[in-house]
């Protein structure tokens, strides 16, 4: 059984995961978990299957490649079609809400929606903290250096 959610109101609603070097991006350490489907590294990291079930791409100005989950809860970004960044938000998106989900994270499994204290739980305490910047979705924003890559969770 899932970990429970907290509610959206008072807990982060969004994931986000950065490989630190684009050109060795390394494996994606996600797993996000929606009823009746795992995204695993190996399928995030797929750039041609995710366009073959249906994800919508969007090209950047840059060598960039957004791909869209067609729920529109994750996407992915892709340089040179290698995976460097997973954005997971829970927060509603066009008048939806999100499915109850969970993320695991080198292996250790957490809902989003999820509170401060679950997240320090699964990943220790946050590299650094601050509020977001002015105009921004969100209030505050935790920032997770792990490994090779880097971890940020906003708080709405």
């Known amino acids: 059984m899932p970990p429970r959610a907290e509610p959206a109101t008072q807990a982060y609603t969004k994931l986000s995961w950065f490989a630190t070097d684009w050109s060795n991006p390394g494996c994606c350490p996600l797993c996000i978990h929606l009823p009746g489907q795992d995204l695993d590294p190996d399928i995030l990291g797929d750039y041609e299957r995710l366009v073959s079930i249906g994800w919508k791409r969007f090209d950047a100005a840059s060598d960039d490649t957004e791909l869209e989950s067609a729920d529109g809860f994750v996407r992915c970004w892709f340089h040179e079609k290698r995976l460097h960044h997973v954005e997971v938000n829970v927060v509603a998106l066009r008048g939806r809400v999100a499915p109850p989900l969970s993320i695991t994270i080198f292996g250790k499994t957490g809902p989003l929606p999820a509170s401060e204290a679950t997240i320090v ?11 977001a910047a002015k105009g921004t979705l969100g209030s505050w924003v935790g920032r997770w250096d792990v490994a090779y890559c880097q971890l940020l969770i906003r708080r709405r």
């Open 121 to 131: 739980e699964i990943l220790g305490p946050p590299s650094g903290k601050k509020a």
